[in-house]
């Protein structure tokens, strides 16, 4: 499910990551098998896939970033950093290998119970 609440831990970041890029493959192994045809219906619709799986990897991307910037207590306005070439695979790599903060830590500094 996408949701844009709550944290993603660095595991569920990475999973979510390994999953991104095995449907990217997917995809392009669907869309290569319709391209190849010389079908105007095919490569309609190797085209809507390809839409629809671009659309779907930036929703996901997005959402698992936001929540894993919170995780870490950055500010979520970073997650735009996704769409800049070579700053996107640097901030992946920050995001994997910094251990997020306790949930206090976003409540304000509150005293445990």
Known sequence: MVTF????DRG???FTWAAVIGFAFV???AMTLLGDS???????????????AVVGIVVVVVSVTVRRLRDI???VWLAVLQFV????LILILILLFTPG????????GGHPV
């Open 5 to 8: 609440k709550g944290r993603a």
């Open 73 to 75: 207590s950055w500010p």
């Open 12 to 14: 569920t970041y990475a």
């Open 27 to 29: 995809a392009a192994f």
């Open 101 to 108: 903060k306790p949930p206090q830590a976003e409540q304000g």
């Open 38 to 52: 010389n079908s105007e219906i095919a490569s309609s619709i190797s085209l809507v896939i390809y839409a629809a």
């Open 85 to 88: 070439p070579l700053i996107n």
